[in-house]
Nanobody, 118 residues
Framework: QVQLVESGGGLVQPGGSLRLTCAAS????????MGWYRQGPGKERELVAEINSDGGSITYGRSVQGRFTISRDNAKNTVDLQMTSLKPEDTAVYYCTAFRPIFNTRHWGRGTQVTVSS
């Protein structure tokens, strides 16, 4: 079955940086649209960033544009999220997602906590 395992979360000070990695298995990775969503305390889940199968098309949530960068390595079946200039409002559980267009299905990882606080 599809497995998505996130790593790299933690506690960071405002203005700091953090890199999240998602390792995927159980799917044809180079056909999947990969992405990151987040859910902060008391908030709805929202799109952070999404990248298409060959990396040629990327979408960012408005609140992270210019600060976060999504990338993927189809040889390693991984997708990364580089986060810079972090703010307290970036505090959330970050989820890796894989959308498989051929099956019209979306899969989710268990999430990794990111806390931005001094």
């Amino acid at each position: 079955q599809v497995q998505l395992v996130e790593s790299g979360g933690g506690l960071v000070q405002p203005g700091g940086s953090l890199r999240l990695t998602c390792a995927a298995s159980g799917l044809t990775f180079n056909l999947a649209v990969m992405g990151w969503y987040r859910q902060g305390p008391g908030k709805e889940r929202e799109l952070v960033a999404e990248i298409n199968s060959d990396g040629g098309s990327i979408t960012y949530g408005r609140s992270v544009q210019g600060r976060f960068t999504i990338s993927r390595d189809n040889a390693k079946n991984t997708v990364d999220l580089q986060m810079t200039s972090l703010k307290p409002e970036d505090t959330a559980v970050y989820y890796c997602t894989a959308f498989r267009p051929i099956f019209n299905t979306r899969h989710w990882g268990r999430g990794t906590q990111v806390t931005v606080s001094s």
